[in-house]
């Protein structure tokens, strides 16, 4: 891949008007539009349709499925052409994971999500989570990663610092995406992830895709900043290289 082609950009806004605007301005500047419960429940599936019909970009459908196997199934199997990743989260089993990938085989890649990153250790621990996990989440993660691929996902969602763990654990072809991706150079006012790393440092890390948001969205030039983001990639990329 290009690394332009790693760079994942979320359309967190509120309605379709503003989705284009993005489009229109990063489509040349990104790899994939993520299409999350905000604008899904917005616009509905017409939005997916109008991406692939009219706006003609590829998409990364981020619902993070989470409910019984026949259930699941029912609703993936009306995700339209298109879509190149969906997500569904690992912590619902074997048998939820396995329903969603059988339902969208050779059709979209299948993501399970470990553990969402804005949870810390206190949070995984008010939850219920046993100690060992709670009290280092990167163990949570690589459980969760192994049982999605054992049950047939192609990658997982997990915060970049776990990216090298799960590379590790997994193969080299079992894919990472890396959500709180905060490069050095952009604030994000009232933050609310915990677990995050610079773009730079997820790609070095093994990611191979990175999703940037806000650090692009509130930025005054969009556009300069996923091009600054496309550099961090670049040079992640070489350095990930020299250290293979």
């Known amino acids: 891949m290009q690394p332009r082609e790693r760079l994942i950009f979320p359309l967190d806004v509120p309605n379709k008007t503003e ?16 299409v999350g419960l905000e604008l899904f429940v917005a616009e509905g599936p017409a939005f997916l349709q109008f991406l ?93 990663a192994r049982l999605a691929q054992a049950a047939g996902c192609d990658g997982v969602v997990c ?24 490069p050095a150079w952009a604030a994000v006012p009232g933050d609310d992830q915990q677990r995050v790393m610079t773009p730079y440092e997820a790609i070095k890390a093994g990611a191979d895709y990175i999703v940037v948001g806000r650090p692009i969205r509130l930025a005054a030039d969009p556009v300069a900043a996923a091009r600054k983001v496309v550099a961090e990639i670049e040079q992640g990329m070489r350095d990930r290289s020299s250290l293979a």
């Open 159 to 182: 915060a970049g610092m776990e990216a090298r763990a799960v590379k590790a654990a997994c193969g080299p072809e079992f894919l990472v995406v890396c959500p709180a991706i905060r």
């Open 19 to 34: 989705a284009e605007r993005f489009i229109s301005l990063l489509k040349d500047h990104v790899g994939l539009f993520k």
């Open 52 to 144: 692939t019909e009219t706006a003609r970009v590829d998409y990364f459908l981020d619902l993070k499925f989470h409910d019984i196997p026949a259930t699941v199934t029912s609703a993936q199997a009306k995700i339209m052409q298109g879509a190149k990743l969906a997500t569904v989260h690992v912590d619902q089993g074997r048998k939820m994971l396995q329903a969603a990938v059988a339902s969208l085989k050779n059709r979209v890649k299948v993501l399970g999500v470990t553990v969402l990153t804005h949870l810390g250790p206190d949070d995984l621990e008010a939850l219920g989570i046993a100690s060992r996990y709670a009290k280092d989440p990167s163990q949570l993660v690589l459980l969760r």
